[in-house]
């Protein structure tokens, strides 16, 4: 039997170890890929030391979120797909038949798992039994149905991290931002943040207005496009004010609220006060708090609040074509590369939350 090095949770609140395990074999519909990269976010050290609401899988479980390599074996009904090709795999384990998905919505399938980290409900274990293996790992089994093909623009750090680029991708089309859009980016300095600004400009959002806390990052932000991509610190300025001398008194299109769990909402209600009629408020925040918001408002001037989370297979091809094509420039974000032997390290460094321009991964091979 063949073996690898594959990182484990065993116990939760440990640190991970390095295991030798079997290599993954294959099976009809799925394929066997060698991790050249696999993405760490801060949300790891919450859900690996046990103090979460999600439902995980058995231990010791193999972990590890946003895997990318090469296919190194098909299995016999798998098409489209060849041995050497590289991918990303979008974590997202779907069942393809439950009302959400066979309506087009797998992101809310109601048997939705996040292969190497955890299921959204107790019945949704069972998909991360039936694909055990994560990303902290030399091989891992997918489904063909999952892959993104990576054309040779996109590095595997960078498709490691699609998992946030892909959320913030999907949210700004949840927000129908458009050319000419006027958007609002609550929580700019952020990991989702940066990757949504690179996402607006693509779709031609001509005024980008960022809040953040990072000025540094909003910097790097402004450079990006010096006439499209406008900041401000948080604190600085009173924000409904500030968004509306940068749209000419009327307000923003669409906000995208990106802040993390714990933020004030308050930035949250300013920004919405501070939006167009008909604005859309996109959410792909943990904010916990309830808003105060004021339904007769939504109803005399038609706002929409909405929901977000992750992103489909299909919206990772359009990025994939999108840095292909050179539209969208990733060499911006700069990778922290950890060998497989010190994922822990690379768990730790995430805890500071350097997000923005910079891209913890583990590269399994080095
Ligand atoms: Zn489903």
Not at 79 to 101: A, E, M, Q, W
Not at 108 to 137: K, N
Request: aromatic share 8%; charged share 20%; hydrophobic share 40%.
């Amino acid at each position: 039997m063949n073996m690898m090095r594959a990182a484990r949770l065993h116990t939760f609140g440990e640190a991970l170890r390095v295991d030798t395990v079997p290599v993954p074999q294959v099976r009809r519909h799925d394929v066997i890929v060698k991790v050249r990269a696999c993405g760490v976010i801060p949300n790891m050290n919450r859900i690996f030391s046990g103090i979460s609401h999600h439902d995980m899988p058995p231990l010791p479980a193999s972990v590890g979120l946003d895997a990318a390599g090469e296919i190194t074996e098909i299995g016999e009904d798998v098409f489209d797909f060849k041995v050497g090709d590289r991918v990303y795999i979008n974590p997202l384990l779907t069942c393809g038949s439950c009302h959400y998905c066979s309506s087009g919505r797998p992101t809310i399938c109601s048997y939705g798992a996040f292969r190497g980290y955890f299921a959204f409900s107790p019945q949704a274990v069972r998909m991360l039994t039936d694909y055990p293996h994560g990303g902290f790992a030399e091989y891992t089994r997918a489904p063909a149905r999952d892959l993104v093909r990576l054309p040779d623009e996109i590095t595997f750090e960078q498709a490691a991290r699609f998992g946030y680029l892909g959320t913030a991708y999907a949210a700004l089309q949840r927000g129908e931002v458009k050319p000419g859009s006027w958007l609002v980016i609550n929580g700019i300095t952020g990991t989702l943040g940066v990757g949504a600004t690179h996402w607006a400009l693509a779709m031609g959002a001509t005024r980008i207005l960022g809040l953040g806390r990072n000025r540094e990052v909003m910097q790097q932000l402004k450079a990006l496009a010096p006439r499209r991509v406008h900041t401000l610190a948080l604190g600085d300025q009173p924000i409904e004010d500030w968004i509306r001398a940068h749209t000419d008194g009327v307000g923003a299109d669409v906000l995208l609220d990106c802040t993390g769990r714990g933020s004030a909402m308050s930035t949250t209600v300013d920004a919405i006060e501070a939006l167009k009629e008909g604005g859309i408020t996109v959410n792909v925040s943990a904010l916990l708090d309830p808003l105060p918001i004021k339904p007769a408002k939504f109803m005399d001037t038609q706002l929409q609040y909405r929901g977000s989370n992750w992103f489909s297979v299909a919206q990772g091809h359009e990025m994939a074509e999108l840095v292909r094509a050179g539209v969208v420039d990733l060499s911006t974000i700069k990778p922290q590369i950890y060998p497989l032997s010190q994922v822990n390290d690379a768990l730790e460094a995430v805890k500071s939350r350097p997000g923005g321009f910079t891209n913890i991964v583990v590269a399994p091979d080095q």
